[in-house]
């Protein structure tokens, strides 16, 4: 197995130290801190949380082919971040890189808004400037404790989309006609209309996604969401 060596990557742009004392690195100018700060305001949950998004998140950084990244889980995680810079910085360096293994140091907050944590990962790592080898990266990560920018874009985008199929169905209404046909008539549309807005989110899922937790994965997800619509709307 290669010789594994130790780069140090912030996504803040501050190099972290690993130990506390304050000192330079060889070859590195700048001085290496550390904060320590206390765990009092976080929960289990938001502890286990932050975890999952800075593993996935990690692989996103890591786990690159000729210069292209997962744009689909990119834009989950990170909604302002722009795919196209990253594979044009990865494409411009020549980057190759393979997560091997991924680790949490610490998980701390210094507000209630956010959760920074400080994570490890092994990479397989060349760049145009860098030997293929088995890297050691220090990687800080700053998260809002409500991750739910995407959750947040697809409603706004289905409640968008289902504007045209209600004025479709507004427009063709007339006083002749069964108040409670037309009725259902709307509700077997609505119930088509969040089928395939759901179908596409659950064939574009994540192979996290697919596997899940413990209770729920996209599959069970999907079909309680079915149900529920089905149940809600009175269909037979």
């Given amino acids: 197995m290669s010789r594994r060596k130790m780069l140090s990557l912030c996504l803040i742009g501050s190099l972290l130290g690993i130990t506390g004392c304050t000192e330079k690195l060889q070859g590195y100018d700048t001085d290496t801190v550390l904060k320590i700060y206390g765990n009092a305001e976080l929960c289990d949950e938001d ?3 932050a975890k999952r998004i800075a593993e996935q998140y990690a692989k996103c950084l890591f786990d690159v082919e000729n210069g292209n990244v997962d744009e689909k889980q ?24 393979e997560l091997k293994e991924f680790s949490v140091a ?34 800080r990560m700053d998260m809002k404790k409500s ?29 002749s006609q069964d108040r409670d046909a037309k009725t259902k008539e709307w509700r077997e549309t609505l119930n088509r209309f969040v089928a395939t807005q759901a179908k596409n989110i659950f064939i574009n899922a994540t192979a996290d996604e697919i596997i899940g937790g413990k209770e729920d994965n996209i599959f069970t997800i999907y079909n309680k969401l079915r149900r529920n619509v089905y149940v809600c709307l009175g269909l037979k």
Avoid: M
């Avoid at 989950?76 to 020549?94: I, M």
């Avoid at 610490?106 to 400037?129: G, M």
């Fill in 47 to 49: 502890t286990s949380e």
């Fill in 74 to 97: 990119l834009e989950k995680l990170a909604p302002n971040e722009s795919a196209k810079d990253w594979e044009d910085t990865y494409s411009s360096n020549q980057t190759e890189s």
């Fill in 106 to 139: 610490d998980i701390y907050t210094e507000n209630s808004e956010e959760i920074q944590c400080l994570t490890i990962c092994e990479a397989e790592y060349s760049d145009w400037s860098t030997p293929k080898d088995i890297y050691l990266f220090i990687v």
């Fill in 147 to 175: 991750n739910d920018d995407w959750a947040s874009r697809k409603v706004a985008q289905f409640y968008d989309e289902l504007n045209q199929p209600f004025y479709t169905w507004l427009s063709g209404l007339d006083l």
